[in-house]
């Protein structure tokens, strides 16, 4: 039975007990994780193969049902909320930086502002510069284009789950809580279905979404970025030379340090830092990006076009075209994260007593992280040509190799911003899997403080041991958040419109009588 359901499953389980051999600890929980990796993922990322006519002829295109599960529900939200991407996105910037948007006595412990910034930390990350290459490795220039179509979309499911979030959030302030106000999927998932009266399902569903939050939290969101950046440090300071090349657990205990100054202080201290890193960040990368791309001007135009007819590329066939629009729709739900339901767990916290506010302020998120950052990293990779290039190489290696056509020390700029979008990525998930922790094992402070002890371990792990199938495992986990969450979405949706109508017809009024 599992082999007909899944005979890739089954194929890679047999190559992995032929290949998983080795000695050492680390290679030994890496073969432990290898098999429930394979397993796990074979399950959550299973596939439709369809077959389609290209110019080279019949291709077969495998489609994870969970990217269309995605894909599905930012097209919905789009048009059921009647293009509220495009028709607020001025108020949405408006309630960030206007003064009179700004609600300092109501119950919460971030700012606008400090809550978008918290949860782009979370997302502008390694997928803003890794992912887009390798979108663009497997799925050439045309990937970038549906990158973006699925950022656009994605505007509307980040307003839907940040709206419904922010309604259903847990005021703490009564209870032994380390938290003031917590909120996210694993809450409205559990209230949608007592609403039904069906709670047993709802509390299972959540539970679910919590382990699953953890876990990603745990590897990409911790383990990854550690071992990313330290590629990175490893790479400008000499290479196979360099001191961390052997000491990787130094540099471990280093970014260790440095996440817990952050973390310890709770989502205050995170909002925080996060409302100075991520712009400080972002106008590094932004930066050096674009002084290249201006650098190579010529090429604009050229690169502009070959993005759009690539995407649009007819005489490819319907096959030619989907194949870049699965890549692109892959590597944009790794990088904003829309219907996954993380963007609730810290958007939540925000000060505020309008729901559908905040969510148009969630809305910001997707459009900065994969229509602009990602797009401009396209740009550079496209403009100076390194795609054509690339001789197999991909992700940051890719990226970097784009950048250094300004000039090698732009490695170095690009080190520093990988190492930030990292860092920044490290104490937002750390946040989400906490929230996780306290929902299954309660709101206590004990808790919280064994999970920071928890996430600071693993941080030293990701850097001095070989955990790529836990990495694998914990991946499969983090996208599996999107089942329960877009159920509980499509559950509240008419609620959602209804608030969202209640708002609309108060602003106007309150226009019509200023």
């Avoid at 201006?294 to 993005?307: F, G, K, S, V, Y």
């Avoid at 870049?324 to 810290?346: D, H, Y």
Wanted: net charge neutral; aromatic share 14%.
């Amino acid at each position: 039975m599992f082999e007909a359901c899944f005979p890739k499953t089954e194929e890679a389980l047999r190559a992995l007990s032929e290949s998983c051999v080795g000695e050492g600890y680390s290679n030994a929980i890496d073969c432990a994780f290898a098999k429930t990796s394979c397993v796990s993922n074979g399950t959550i990322f299973y596939s439709i193969p369809v077959e389609l006519d290209t110019p080279a002829g019949l291709e077969t295109f495998d489609i994870p049902l969970l990217l269309a599960w995605l894909g599905i529900c930012s097209v919905f939200f789009t048009f059921y909320l009647g293009f509220i991407n495009i028709r607020y996105f001025a108020h949405a910037f408006a309630l960030i930086f206007r003064k009179k948007y700004q609600e300092p006595h109501a119950k919460g412990e971030l700012t606008n502002f400090q809550s978008l910034a918290a949860s782009l930390s979370g997302t502008v990350g390694l997928g803003n510069i890794a992912g887009v290459a390798v979108a663009v490795s497997l799925g050439g220039p045309g990937a970038v284009f549906w990158m973006m179509v699925m950022g656009f979309l994605g505007m509307s499911t980040k307003f839907a789950e940040v709206t419904i979030g922010s309604k259903y959030r847990r005021d703490r302030t009564a209870d032994d809580s380390p938290h003031t106000i917590c909120g996210g999927p694993m809450y409205y998932v559990r209230d949608a279905f007592t609403k039904r009266k069906i709670p047993y399902i709802g509390s299972v569903l959540a539970i679910i979404f919590a382990v699953s939050c953890i876990f990603g939290s745990l590897g990409g969101g911790n383990m990854f970025q550690a071992n990313q950046s330290l590629e990175q440090v490893v790479r400008i300071t000499g290479g196979e030379q360099s001191f961390f090349a052997d000491h990787g657990w130094a540099f471990g205990l280093i970014l260790a340090f440095m996440v817990g100054l952050v973390i310890v202080g709770g989502i205050k201290s995170i909002g925080r830092v996060a409302s100075k890193l991520v712009p400080l960040m972002a106008v590094v990368y932004m930066v050096a990006a674009i002084a290249v791309i201006l650098m190579n001007w010529q090429a604009i135009p050229e690169a502009i076009t070959i993005i759009f007819t690539e995407a649009l590329n007819f005489q490819a066939g319907f096959g030619g075209i989907l194949g870049g629009m699965l890549v692109g729709i892959q590597r944009a739900s790794f990088s904003n994260e829309a219907g996954l339901g993380s963007a609730p767990i810290v958007q939540c916290t925000a000060k505020t007593e309008y729901p559908v506010r905040q969510g148009f302020v969630g809305m910001i998120g997707p459009f900065a992280d994969t229509i602009v950052v990602c797009f401009t990293t396209a740009m550079l990779i496209v403009v100076t040509g390194a795609y054509q290039n690339a001789d197999g190489i991909s992700g940051v290696e890719l990226t970097s190799m784009a950048m250094e056509h300004g000039g090698e020390w732009l490695s170095y700029v690009l080190a520093l911003a990988v190492f930030l979008f990292a860092y920044s990525t490290l104490i937002t998930w750390y946040y989400y899997g906490e929230i996780g922790m306290t929902y299954i094992l309660g709101e206590k402070m004990w808790v919280a403080h064994l999970y920071k002890l928890i996430f600071l371990l693993v941080v030293v792990a990701g850097t001095s041991i070989k955990l790529g199938s836990f990495i694998d495992f914990t991946d499969g986990l983090f996208l599996s958040m999107g089942f329960a969450n877009i159920i509980a979405l499509y559950m509240f949706a008419p609620e959602i419109k209804r608030d969202l109508k209640t708002y609309i017809q108060e602003m106007k009024a309150e226009k019509a009588t200023a």
